[in-house]
């Protein structure tokens, strides 16, 4: 299998590209050879900072609190059907940055991932409270509402799937979301944020970080505005 070209990563948060306020870089690495595939960014605590004040902004401030579930089914399902159209390329850097089976990531992977987003599109406009009988002349009801800005932390053994089970539900439910993918293989979840941009979603709603556990995991963490989080590890 040849090397893909693959230009130096950056980070993505409110809707643009940035390079880590550091300038931090590390290598990633194709474990099959022990080559470096590209350098992607190192973000810090302040990349976080910037990065959480802009998915809180879209939460609160931007289109997305105000568009419907019809709008945001839209959006994921079209991140689906981007990712289909994209499915050589992503299951290549998948194969590329995890040394996984190009076989698995083809036929897997990525077909797993689109689907995951369709599914989810199909909740985006079904989520509602209910109104409970009680004694009395009362009117009791629950109200499901987004807890806001949502941190996914991803593990290296299904980098794309894991992104994709944390992001899907989290969107399709109203929240907006930063991902933290392992630092050993970073690559799928920088295409993602690449095609959620694509799929239309506001800036500042779907935000990838790439770093360490240590530094960048746990500033995302222990962050006040980071309102759920979700770690598979």
């Not at 401030?61 to 568009?67: C, F, I, R």
Request: proline residues 7%.
């Amino acid at each position: 299998m040849s090397e893909l070209q693959v230009a130096p990563g950056r980070l993505l948060y409110g809707g643009e590209w940035h390079e880590a306020k550091s300038g931090r870089t590390f290598e990633s690495v194709n474990p099959s050879t022990g080559k470096p595939i590209t350098k992607v960014a190192g973000a810090g605590r302040d990349d976080v900072d910037a990065a959480v004040a802009a998915a809180l902004k879209a939460f609160t401030e931007g289109a997305w609190p105000k568009m419907s579930g019809d709008d945001r089914a839209k959006c994921l399902w079209r991140l689906g059907d981007l990712l289909e159209q994209n499915k050589e390329e992503v299951a290549r850097l998948e194969t590329l940055d995890s040394g996984k089976p190009i076989r698995d990531t083809t036929n897997v992977d990525v077909p797993y991932a689109a689907d995951c987003f369709r599914y989810f599109a199909g909740w985006a406009n079904k989520i509602h409270g209910e109104t409970i009988p009680v004694k009395g002349p009362f009117l009791n009801y629950t109200r499901r509402e987004p807890v806001g800005v949502c941190a996914g932390i991803i593990p290296w053994n299904f980098p794309l799937l894991m992104a994709t089970w944390k992001l899907a539900p989290a969107l399709a439910a109203g929240n907006t979301m930063i991902v933290k993918p392992a630092s050993q293989t970073p690559l799928s979840a920088l295409k993602l944020g690449q095609l959620a941009l694509e799929a239309g979603f506001p800036p500042g709603v779907v935000n990838v970080l790439t770093g360490s556990g240590g530094e960048c995991g746990m500033a995302l963490v222990r962050h006040p505005s980071v309102h759920k989080v979700a770690f598979t590890g």
